[in-house]
């Protein structure tokens, strides 16, 4: 689903990413993980074709993204690939289920079919009565749960979500957390997420550690340990 070879980053004279080989599974939840400045942010949008890197190649359902020009790039991220952020980035002049539907009329369906994809993502979030509000007038963790649905609205194969549940109080985050699982099952989507939460990464199919712009490897840090 996802191959990432030799991915390397820099910013002027700081390198955040020093090559990064990375193959995730269709299907998988994957946490990614590390202190603040590892180049966790970095890494995803670079999968999320949000930014290229200096080297190497990053390949999403098949495609090698960094071969695809601005204009294919912007396609492919609209029909590919759904984003969730930590503040849920909801216009405030739109309703719920208006918000929703915004990346579908990008990818060219007609309004009716629009909102009945936007319809049938906030019926299995649970906030059917909700449709009609706009973000003011939602709790957080329903601001968040449209905001996922708004990721899924074009049946992307991936996910990638940046601290989903860092603005969320418990009982939201924990609601959140079980939602990516109930929609991997749901829809079969890959999730990537970048956490600090560490309740979240326990729970993943994987996590992956990021460290100074590497991946650590578990027998790195047992052999270090032992040291």
């Known amino acids: 689903m996802i191959d990432i070879q030799n991915i390397t980053k820099s910013f002027g004279s700081l390198q ?19 202190p603040s400045g590892a180049g966790k942010t970095t890494l995803l949008q670079i999968i999320g074709t949000l930014d290229r890197p200096d080297t190497g190649t990053v390949c999403v359902d098949g495609i090698d993204t960094t071969t695809l020009s601005s204009k294919k790039l912007s396609d492919f991220r609209n029909q590919h690939l759904g984003f969730v952020f930590q503040f849920h980035q909801l216009l405030p002049e739109f309703t719920a289920i208006e918000n929703i539907m915004i990346p579908a009329y990008i990818a060219g369906l007609s309004r009716k079919r629009a909102k009945q994809r936007a319809q049938e993502l906030l019926d299995f979030m649970g906030l059917a009565d909700r449709a009609t509000h706009k973000p003011n007038e939602l709790s957080g963790g329903e601001k968040q749960r449209v905001a996922v649905a708004r990721a899924l609205v074009n049946s992307p194969a991936v996910i990638l979500a940046d601290e989903p549940s860092g603005s969320l109080d418990s009982k939201n985050k924990a609601e959140l957390h079980q939602l990516f699982f109930d929609l991997r099952d749901q829809f079969g989507q890959t999730f990537v997420i970048v956490t600090h939460d560490e309740a979240l990464a326990q729970i993943t199919d994987r996590t992956i550690h990021l460290r100074d712009g590497l ?11 032992s040291l």
Do not use: C
């Open 215 to 225: 991946i650590e490897l578990p027998e790195t840090n047992i052999t270090s340990l």
């Open 16 to 34: 955040v990413l020093k090559g990064i080989d990375l193959h995730i599974d269709r299907g998988e939840v994957v946490s990614i993980v590390g």
